[in-house]
């Protein structure tokens, strides 16, 4: 079985959630919340629909330029870390073994069973298919929600871009889709973590200890995934 | 003589003072325990350190946040491209009349008189001899048509010409390798832009507005447009322009807009 927390740490094995994955985690949530709340206040200097005015209690920044001031400095919170979370993703391989594959029919399968409420999430170390798919994609639309927002921030020295979501105004609406999808994910996100608080305490104290996964291992692996695809093709 | 008798103050006591509310309280008074009372005063102490923090980790936060905009005008200067041109576009996308914006509305607009009005010039510049309209009218016209874009999120194409201002300044001899341009306005609004910026080959002196004349609510004689900067770095209805290395800030980024504001 898993050990548990507390036994000493064996040098074989480390955390589910190492220190350095934890404080990515928790520094992306603030940055997020600042970015979410001054960029309400941001939009209500100039709404894009009519009936939809943020009510000043859940924003960030006295006015617009206090909202301004916020985004703009949460922003470099959201993008180095972000950046720093992609090479670690990528470099220590846990991209691959937490993420990958995505197959269909567990999709199905872990879809039906969710709608069923049946919810259980015994083993932390590993993540269910729709686990996966929702991961890889907030972890994409906030790519392209950054994407957006240096589009909007600088329509004229990034115009190669511009034609991405058609004109200045297509980006701003990008960017409040965007927006909307990563509010939603982060209702069910932390409906869920408080639904299973045992996924809550590993984001905090680190989980359960796993074995150790060196990335040459991991590149090993890769190398005979590669060779096993190409001799059955 | 002796004795005087007491005045008859209103504030004395016509009987002697009333004992009973010692008598009363001769319990309390006894068992007045000392450490309470300092107990009590360091949590009232420590309530008033705990305002005061408040109040000094807001002044922090500020602070802060003020550091990063002034960071980030560095960042906007780094990636700004000198001779990378804005996309501009054909004149049947042009929006009349243009979106008029200013700290006030456009029913308070107080029309400049181009009869007395005049260009006054300041700091590194070698002709400092002021300007009238006219001879402001009479320079080379460069056409540009692109997109404004205002800090709170809407924008408009519109089609504006007047002279280039680097061609100006070369002219009027100002020190090119200055920082800053600073423009005061007639209604008293005020900015400043980086020099780049100011040398940027979409940077006019506006007169002209899809081949008219400026109206009066756009900036009427004179005004600034630049493809490079958001709507507010546009000062309008400009009475005086310096050339100058000291930050003069402006109308909004001293009310804490970001000064670079590029775009």
């Known amino acids: ?233 | 003589m002796s004795l005087r008798t007491p005045s008859s103050s209103v504030f004395r006591p016509k009987r002697g003072i009333d004992q009973s509310v010692l008598e009363e309280n001769k319990q309390l008074v006894e068992t007045f325990n000392r450490r309470k009372v300092l107990r009590g005063a360091l949590s009232l102490g420590a309530l008033t350190m705990l305002t005061g923090c408040d109040v000094t980790s807001r002044d922090a936060v500020q602070g802060v946040l003020k550091t990063v905009s002034q960071w980030n005008d560095r960042a906007q200067a780094a990636l700004f491209r000198p001779n990378h041109l804005a996309p501009t576009f054909s004149p049947s996308q042009v929006v009349k009349p243009p979106r008029f914006n200013a700290y006030y509305d456009v029913e308070d607009v107080a029309p400049v008189d181009a009869a007395t009005w005049k260009l006054e010039l300041a700091g590194l510049i070698q002709d400092k001899r002021p300007w009238t309209a006219s001879q402001i009218y009479e320079l080379p016209e460069q056409e540009i048509i692109v997109r404004h874009i205002c800090v709170e999120g809407w924008d408009y194409i519109g089609q504006w010409s007047g002279v280039n201002l680097r061609r100006f300044l070369e002219r009027i001899g100002a020190d090119l390798a200055a920082k800053y341009v600073s423009f005061r306005c007639a209604d008293d609004y005020y900015g400043s832009i980086d020099m780049p910026s100011a040398l940027h080959p979409q940077t006019l002196l506006a007169t002209k507005y899809a081949g008219e004349p400026i109206t009066d609510p756009f900036g009427f004689p004179l005004r600034l447009r630049t493809a490079v900067k958001l709507g507010f770095k546009n000062p309008k209805w400009i009475t005086a322009m310096e050339v100058t290395n000291t930050y003069r800030g402006g109308y909004w980024e001293d009310r804490g807009f970001n000064w670079f504001s590029g775009i």
């Open chain 1, 1 to 233: 079985m898993l050990k548990g927390e507390g036994e000493p740490a064996d040098p074989q094995t480390r955390p589910l959630h190492p220190l350095a994955l934890r404080i990515m985690h928790w520094t992306n949530a603030i940055a997020m919340i600042i970015m979410i709340g001054s960029g309400w206040k941001i939009y209500n200097d100039e709404v894009l629909f009519g009936w939809l005015h943020f009510p000043s209690w859940v924003t960030i920044g006295g006015g617009a330029e206090g909202a301004l001031q916020w985004h703009f400095f949460a922003m470099w919170l959201l993008a180095i870390n972000g950046l720093a979370y992609l090479a670690y993703g990528l470099r220590t391989g846990r991209f691959r073994r937490m993420l990958l594959p995505i197959r269909v029919p567990e999709v199905l399968l872990e879809v039906r069973k969710a709608l069923r409420l049946d919810l259980k999430h015994d083993d932390l170390t590993q993540y269910n298919a729709v686990q996966r798919l929702l991961y890889i994609g907030i972890i994409a639309v906030i790519i392209v929600q950054v994407l957006s927002g240096l589009i909007i921030w600088k329509p004229v020295q990034f115009s190669e871009l511009s034609f991405l979501f058609y004109d200045f105004q297509g980006a701003r609406l990008a960017h409040f889709i965007g927006m909307v999808a990563i509010v939603g994910f982060v209702l069910v996100h932390v409906a869920l973590a408080l639904i299973v608080p045992q996924t809550l305490v590993a984001m905090l104290k680190g989980g359960p200890q796993v074995p150790k996964d060196p990335p040459e291992a991991a590149l090993d692996a890769d190398a005979s995934a590669n060779l096993t695809s190409g001799s059955a093709r």
